[in-house]
């Protein structure tokens, strides 16, 4: 079975604080993803990787950066938390020959 | 407009009924879709592909529709199981999954 965790389940930070948002994956896949997701808006793709060291933005990354210096691992970055940043986070890993995506458990972040 | 567009719900049947699900995609040049499940506090899981000449799996019945661009999910004698928040997601291409904002299903005894 594919693990992806993530570090938090939840998290608590305050406006302006630097957060670290961290996901494993234990399938060797090449292609990670990092989501947030919003009641009434879906999943929206922050950030995604297809490689080590690789990234590409996807449809809402202003106020994010991510990090992958193993291919095993995908961070995001909130290098200025805001309120509006409070929401759930979905880190993903995708499947090459089935294109599914396997999700950790979420982060829920609210930034005061 | 958004890129893939699902009617929210809720949907409330009762155990044993059966119940249809739409969804429909604005980009015309879409390559692969797919059924996923998420339950309250949880996340998505999928569910199932769909494919060109519909596909089923026990209950659920998955079709596709490339010329109305909208994708169906029907299940088929409702469990208390079943209840959950079922994405519509549409892959254009490579690395781009795009998912619908959901529609809630509660099964009643």
């Known amino acids: 079975d594919v693990k992806v965790t993530q570090s938090s389940r939840y998290l608590v930070k305050r406006t302006g604080e630097k957060v670290f948002l961290e996901c494993v994956q234990d399938?060797?896949?090449?292609?990670m993803f990092w989501y947030r997701q919003d009641p009434g808006l879906g999943l929206r793709l922050i950030y995604f990787?297809?490689?080590?060291?690789?990234?590409e933005k996807g449809d809402i990354p202003e106020g994010y950066s991510v990090s992958r210096e193993k291919k095993e691992r995908f961070s995001l970055i909130l290098e200025s938390a805001s309120t509006n940043q409070t929401s759930m986070y979905l880190c993903?890993?995708?499947?090459?020959?089935?294109?599914?995506?396997?999700f950790g458990p979420g982060t829920r972040l609210t930034v005061l | 407009r958004k890129e893939v567009e699902q009617d929210p719900g809720p949907f409330n049947v009762p155990e044993g009924a059966t119940v249809a699900f739409n969804c429909t995609y604005s980009?015309?040049?879409?390559?692969?879709f797919f059924w996923y499940r998420q339950d309250c506090r949880k996340e998505p899981k999928l569910l199932m592909s769909?494919?060109?000449s519909g596909n089923e799996d026990g209950r659920f019945t998955a079709q596709l529709n490339r010329a109305s661009q909208y994708i169906s999910l029907l299940i088929r004698d409702s469990k208390l199981s079943d209840s959950a928040t079922y994405l519509c997601?549409?892959?254009?291409?490579?690395?781009?999954?795009?998912f619908g904002a959901g529609t809630r299903l509660t099964v009643k005894p």
């Open positions: 997601v549409v892959n254009r291409r490579n690395n781009d999954m795009r």
């Open positions: 769909v494919y060109s």
């Open positions: 993903a890993s995708e499947s090459p020959s089935r294109a599914e995506q396997f």
């Open positions: 399938m060797d896949h090449e292609n």
């Open positions: 980009n015309s040049a879409s390559q692969s």
């Open positions: 990787s297809y490689d080590v060291k690789m990234k």
